[in-house]
C-alpha cells in the first residue's frame, strides 16, 4: 500500500528543469545589461612572466616593467592586491605575504612583507596573473 495518495501535490517537488527557463532568462538579462567594456573588463585574466616581461628585483620590491592595470569600468570597484595572484618559482604567493601590487607610472610594483619567508633573487621566476594590459 502506497504511503501516499496519487492525488496528493507536494509543494516542494520542483524538477531541475522547471525552474531551467527562468535562470536562463535572469543570466541572461544579466549578460544583456553589461556594456561591451564591461563584459572585456570581467572576462580579462592575462598572465605575465620574467621570461616575457622585463622584470626588476630590489628585494622585497618586484617591477613588472611596461605593464600597468586595466581601466576599471565605471560602477566597478578599484583593483587590490586580491585580484591578482603572484607566483614565485612556480609557486602562488600568499595575499598575506603581499604588501601592496600598485602602478607606478607604466609598471606594476609588487611588495612583499616578511612572511615570504625567503629573499627574493634576480634570477627567480616571477608571473603575475589579473586584469592587467602591456
Known amino acids: 500500500m502506497a504511503r501516499y495518495s496519487n492525488t496528493r501535490v507536494n509543494s516542494r517537488t520542483v524538477r531541475f528543469y522547471d525552474r531551467a527557463s527562468a535562470t536562463r532568462l535572469t543570466i541572461q538579462n544579466i549578460a544583456e545589461s553589461m556594456t561591451a567594456e564591461e ?5 580579462l585574466n592575462n598572465a605575465f612572466t620574467s621570461n616575457n616581461t622585463t622584470v ?5 620590491v618586484v617591477t613588472f616593467q611596461s605593464r600597468s592595470f ?3 569600468p ?3 570597484d578599484a583593483l587590490t592586491k586580491t585580484d591578482f595572484t603572484v607566483f614565485v618559482n612556480g609557486v602562488a604567493a600568499e595575499v598575506d605575504a603581499i604588501t601592496s601590487i600598485a602602478e607606478s607610472g607604466t609598471n606594476v610594483v609588487v611588495t612583499f612583507n616578511d612572511t ?8 627567480d621566476e616571477f608571473m603575475i596573473t589579473g586584469k592587467l594590459v602591456s
Open 70 to 72: 586595466a581601466t576599471v
Open 74 to 76: 565605471s560602477g566597478f
Open 39 to 43: 563584459k572585456t573588463f570581467t572576462s
Open 56 to 60: 626588476s628585483v630590489s628585494d622585497p
Open 116 to 123: 615570504l619567508n625567503f629573499d627574493l633573487e634576480s634570477d
